[in-house]
Nanobody, 116 residues
Framework: QVQLVESGGGLVQAWGSLGLSCAASRSIIGINRMAWYRQAPGNQRELVAAINMAGTTIYADSVKGRFTISRDNAKITVYLQMNSLKPEDTAVYYC??????????WGQGTQVTVSS
């Protein structure tokens, strides 16, 4: 059973920075894409950023220019660097790995709270 272990959440003031990381507990055959989602209270889970195995990235419009997704294939780890954080970025952040069968693995979620 593959587990995704997230770390790096916490409390930060507006305009501050946080970095998240997510590591898989063992290898995953045929990774298609690695991504970060977030879910704020009362809202649906939304895609924040994603990176495919070619290195192509996509970002939600709300985080473009502030967040950066990256990965380390050897460590089966995905990162999210978050700069210029805003109170509206407050949410539980989940990492996601989609394999070649389009099966989704999910992390347990890590809370990010941005105070104004």
């Amino acid at each position: 059973q593959v587990q995704l272990v997230e770390s790096g959440g916490g409390l930060v003031q507006a305009w501050g920075s946080l970095g998240l990381s997510c590591a898989a507990s063992r290898s995953i055959i045929g990774i298609n894409r690695m991504a970060w989602y977030r879910q704020a209270p009362g809202n649906q889970r939304e895609l924040v950023a994603a990176i495919n195995m070619a290195g192509t990235t996509i970002y939600a419009d709300s985080v473009k220019g502030r967040f950066t997704i990256s990965r380390d294939n050897a460590k089966i780890t995905v990162y999210l660097q978050m700069n210029s954080l805003k109170p509206e970025d407050t949410a539980v952040y989940y990492c996601n790995i989609k394999d070649a069968r389009l099966y989704d693995y999910w992390g347990q979620g890590t809370q990010v709270t941005v105070s104004s």
